[in-house]
T-cell receptor
Framework: TQLLEQSPQFLSIQEGENLTVYCNSSSVFSSLQWYRQEPGEGPVLLVT?????EVKKLKRLTFQFGDARKDSSLHITAAQPGDTGLYLC??????????FGGGTRLMVKP | SQTIHQWPATLVQPVGSPLSLECTVE??????LYWYRQAAGRGLQLLFYSVGIGQISSEVPQNLSASRPQDRQFILSSKKLLLSDSGFYLCAWSAGRTSLNFGPGTRLLVL
C-alpha cells in the first residue's frame, strides 16, 4: 500500500505570514495533485505536477514536485483568510486510483 | 460543462437502518466513478470505484455496497448501518487517469 504523509496536520497562522506544507512518500508517483477543500464541500483541484523537479505557481501558491517524484511541497506567500481550508495531496500510481494524504488543515487569522 | 450531483446533502439515520446515497454526473460519457469517505477534517478513504456500468471494485471490506445501474449514476448502499458508518461521503468522477472532480458530498450521521 502506498502512503502519503502530510505535515503539518494543523497550521494556524496570522494573515500575511508565509507557510509550507509537505507531502512525503517512500513510493514513486507518476504525478501528484493538490486539492483544497472548504468545510462541507468537496475538494477542488489546485494543480497537477508531473515532472520531477517541476515547479508550478498559482498566484501566491507555489507547488514543487521532488526530483525523485516521491514528495511535494506547497508554499503560500502572504497568506490570506481566504486560504483557510484543508489541503490534500494525492499521488497517481499509474492506475485508476489516487492515493490521498491525510491533509493539512490551515487556518489563517485576520 | 460537466456537473456532478449528490443527494441527500445531509442524512441522519438510526443504527440498523438501510442507506442509499445517489450520485449522478452530467456532461460526460463513460466516466470513472468513485465513492470516498472522509472522517472529520481528514483525508479521503476510497470505498468503491467503477470504470463502467455494472463494474464495481471494492477497496475496503465493510457493510457498504455500490452499484452503477447507468453510465452516469453511482449508488452507495447499506442494508444495516453501523455507528462507524458516520462520515462525509464524497462521489467523484474522472475521465480516465485525470484529476478527480468531486461532488458536494453527503454528511451522514448514524445515531
Amino acid at each position: 500500500t502506498q502512503l502519503l504523509e502530510q505535515s503539518p496536520q494543523f497550521l494556524s497562522i496570522q494573515e500575511g505570514e508565509n507557510l509550507t506544507v509537505y507531502c512525503n512518500s517512500s513510493s514513486v508517483f507518476s504525478s501528484l495533485q493538490w486539492y483544497r477543500q472548504e468545510p462541507g464541500e468537496g475538494p477542488v483541484l489546485l494543480v497537477t505536477v508531473v515532472t520531477g523537479g517541476e515547479v508550478k505557481k498559482l498566484k501566491r501558491l507555489t507547488f514543487q514536485f521532488g526530483d525523485a517524484r516521491k514528495d511535494s511541497s506547497l508554499h503560500i506567500t502572504a497568506a490570506q483568510p481566504g486560504d483557510t481550508g484543508l489541503y490534500l495531496c494525492a499521488g497517481d500510481n499509474a492506475g485508476n486510483m489516487l492515493t490521498f494524504g491525510g491533509g493539512t488543515r490551515l487556518m489563517v487569522k485576520p | 460543462s460537466q456537473t456532478i450531483h449528490q443527494w441527500p446533502a445531509t442524512l441522519v439515520q438510526p443504527v440498523g437502518s438501510p442507506l442509499s446515497l445517489e450520485c449522478t454526473v452530467e456532461g460526460t460519457s463513460n466516466p470513472n466513478l468513485y465513492w470516498y469517505r472522509q472522517a472529520a477534517g481528514r483525508g479521503l478513504q476510497l470505498l468503491f470505484y467503477s470504470v463502467g456500468i455494472g463494474q464495481i471494485s471494492s477497496e475496503v471490506p465493510q457493510n457498504l455496497s455500490a452499484s452503477r445501474p447507468q453510465d452516469r449514476q453511482f449508488i452507495l448502499s447499506s442494508k444495516k448501518l453501523l455507528l462507524s458508518d458516520s462520515g462525509f461521503y464524497l462521489c467523484a468522477w474522472s475521465a480516465g487517469r485525470t484529476s478527480l472532480n468531486f461532488g458536494p458530498g453527503t454528511r451522514l450521521l448514524v445515531l
